[in-house]
């Protein structure tokens, strides 16, 4: 039997005898398994197909939707028709990308029927992986000049605000304004003090200028702050103090105003559930949207790997004339 020739270069192990060349080794192939100006094209195509079709669905969700109570689709209808058309896209999408990118692809001689169904597949998953990048790219960027003109617009509101707070503080204020008594816990504050007694003389000496019911800024104020602190839980002896405040600026009695404190208490309860109750329904929300969109993405990929194979076999079926 006849040695084979060692072919040792001063690289790698020496081959010979005993250490035979890899099957195939003398016929590997230099160039690259990919061809990528195919891969380019395909991405660019599911891309541009993605922002499309993400425009036209923008704009099918704006038209059936309605301000108007009872009218146009419900936000359910709305969700589900969102999710099958973001699947849907990703199938299209990553479909024409794939097939064009097996259609551009150089045509590969002395290998297997295995090896060409690989490397079609594998072109398939690069242009998903590319236009996935560029599309991503193209919405932050999107995003980010939308944010940078939100920006600008709030800081022209902030400063037209300010000038606005400066011309009502020169002019002078009331109490429903000093002290942070404004948004809910202040709403909460001039729960407590109506006036319940057409004969009532509020208490307010020594404690700054009075709002339009007469009750002193820094009375509301007070309140305020032991509501906010005491909305887990407020002590007793807090109570007892914000109770005898009521009292003395509404004429109602202490106990009273102590059952006016706990129904107040009660409501503010009721609205920080109601407010936990939408966060938690927004996350769960958003939780299926991006488990949605993982099933999407995942389709997109399995439908690019197999279109370039598609149009990898035509490629190389094309007869010529």
Known sequence: MASVESTHTGRGPAYGADNPLPYNA???????????????????????????????????????????????????????????????????????????????????????DDEVFFRDTAHGLLVWAVSLVITAALLVAVSMS??????????????????????????????????????PIGYFADALFRQDRAGATPDFSGLGATSSDGIGAGVRAEAVRILAQGREGMPDADRAYLARLISQNTGITQSQAE??????????????????????????????????????LL???????????????????VQHM
């Open 259 to 296: 059952s006016r404190i706990n129904e107040v208490q009660a409501r503010m309860a009721e609205m920080e559930m109601q407010a936990r109750e939408a966060a938690d329904t927004a996350r769960k929300v958003m939780v299926h949207f991006y488990l949605w969109m993982f099933l999407g």
């Open 26 to 112: 003398r016929n590997e192939s230099q160039s690259s398994g990919v061809s990528w100006p195919a891969v380019a094209a395909g991405a660019f195509v599911a891309a541009a197909l993605a922002l499309s079709f993400v425009v036209l669905g923008t704009g099918l969700g704006f038209s059936f939707v309605s301000p108007w109570p009872g009218e146009g689709v419900s936000a359910r209808g709305i969700g589900i028709a969102g999710i099958i058309w973001l699947i849907l896209m990703h199938i299209i999408a990553g479909a024409m990308g794939g097939y064009v990118a097996g259609r551009l692809r150089t045509r590969w001689t002395n290998l297997s």
């Open 146 to 183: 939308v944010i940078n003109s939100t920006a600008q617009a709030g800081a022209t509101a902030a400063g037209a605000a300010v000038t606005a707070g400066g011309a009502a503080v020169t002019a002078g204020v009331d109490g429903r304004s000093e002290g942070g008594a404004g948004g």
């Open 299 to 317: 389709l997109g990929a399995f439908s690019a790997s197999f279109a370039a194979t598609i149009g990898g076999r035509q490629r190389d079926n």
